[in-house]
């Protein structure tokens, strides 16, 4: 599948989204990207371990909740998680990090079908975490070699008609 097409999967109508690695700091990608889905009215739930809100968002302490609720088709903390597709996850944690993530992913049951999307952003991989996305069957829904969603996002929004 081609970057170009993987960008437009990573978008849907009724798609949740997140933000790992989300950050309070404005000087900080984690802030700008998450700025970026608030400006675009798309439902971004901020996951950061150390924070309680971000640009008035509940911020969630990590991704399993998220995709428990998804399966569970339950609310989590304001978000309605009920009635989404799945999630797609911005990733703007250093490279370590965003490898535990992965695993935590692949430790809730059925994720293959509720994660519709990786975008990882310039910064947050390395060659163990493409691996690792391999290993647990998600690389074909990897957006990276550089792209950004500030960058190549709208273009995403348009091609999937949001």
Not at 55 to 82: C, F, H, M, P, R
Request: hydrophobic share 40%; with cysteine.
């Amino acid at each position: 599948m081609s970057m170009k097409s993987k960008i437009r999967a990573f978008f849907g109508p009724t798609r949740q989204y997140a933000v790992a690695g989300a950050s309070n700091n404005p000087t900080k990608f984690g802030f700008k990207i998450l700025s970026w889905y608030v400006s675009h009215n798309l439902t971004a739930i901020p996951i950061n371990p150390r924070e309680q809100e971000i640009l008035g968002q509940n911020v969630i302490s990590n991704v399993t909740q998220i995709l428990e609720s998804i399966v569970a088709k339950s609310d989590l903390n304001g978000y309605k998680l009920s009635d989404v597709d799945g999630l797609s996850i911005s990733f703007l944690t250093p490279p370590h990090i965003t490898t535990t993530t992965l695993k935590q992913i692949a430790d809730v049951e059925g994720y293959e079908n509720i994660v519709k999307g990786l975008w990882f952003q310039p910064g947050s991989y390395d060659q163990e975490v493409l691996d690792t996305a391999e290993k647990i069957g998600l690389f074909s829904k990897v957006v990276y070699e550089d792209e950004c969603i500030l960058v190549r996002g709208e273009e995403g929004l348009h091609s999937a008609n949001l």
